[in-house]
């Protein structure tokens, strides 16, 4: 079936440092690709998407492009915050009736001042 | 923007005995919401999916005697964790969805821990 493959952390960064946070996916259609962000003590928060190959998803500093060809939907960001220090999540939406989400396993991020 | 929410966001039970999680959407209709539940290595496992007015469809693997899901209005789904032990002691969340390309709202989930 359809999975996602992320790298595992904790990811320990320096305030404004570059940020990549690889993710690679396994599916037999034509998904939908999301990155969320999980803060402490709070659900899930969309933080981008993208629907079709070579499609760029980007939201507050951060982007990802739907490769096909690698299967990849890298996230990265050229200088994090400590606010953006938080559990990020990517996932494919399996197209058809199911419209399922599928999730990698989370990588934690910590930036410190 | 769309809000979910879940209740209660923390519950302590004694082994066997059941606890039920609500998920609302608060300002919009959900034709369908998932369950997930949350390992502690972080990792999401989708439960099962639920359309208003008809019954779950479970993933591999999952109990649908343990886990009873209700999704009893465009806006309000359950989850009952029955007889619950210790091994049950997870983080429960919930999705709601409108359908085609929305997004999916996610609530803030539930702390079950079972004694």
């Known amino acids: 079936g359809d999975s996602v493959t992320q790298m595992e952390g904790p990811v320990t960064l320096s305030e404004e440092a570059f940020l990549t946070i690889n993710c690679t996916y396994t599916a037999t259609g034509y998904p939908s690709l999301f990155w969320y962000v999980q803060y402490p003590g709070e659900g899930l928060q969309l933080l981008l998407k993208a629907t079709k190959a070579d499609d760029k998803g980007s939201n507050k500093g951060f982007e990802a492009t739907y490769r096909k060809e690698t299967t990849s939907f890298h996230l990265e960001k050229g200088s994090v915050q400590v606010s953006d220090s938080a559990v990020y999540f990517c996932?494919?939406?399996?197209?058809?009736?199911?419209?399922?989400?599928?999730f990698g396993t989370g990588t934690l991020l910590a930036v410190q001042p | 923007g769309a809000v979910v929410s879940q209740h209660p966001s923390r519950v302590i039970c004694k082994s066997g005995t059941s606890v039920k999680i609500e998920c609302r959407s608060l300002?919009?209709?959900?034709?369908?919401m998932f369950w997930y539940r949350q390992f502690p290595k972080q990792s999401l496992m989708l439960m099962a999916t639920s359309n208003e007015g008809s019954k779950a469809t479970y993933e591999q693997g999952v109990e649908k005697d343990k886990f009873l899901i209700n999704h009893a209005s465009l806006t309000l789904s359950t989850l009952t964790v029955t007889s619950a032990h210790p091994e049950d002691s997870s983080f429960y969340i919930c999705?709601?969805?409108?359908?085609?390309?929305?997004?999916?709202?996610f609530g803030n989930g539930t702390r079950l821990t079972v004694t």
């Open positions: 999705s709601a969805y409108t359908g085609g390309e929305s997004p999916l709202h």
């Open positions: 996932a494919l939406r399996e197209g058809g009736a199911t419209n399922k989400l599928i």
């Open positions: 300002d919009f209709q959900a034709t369908t």
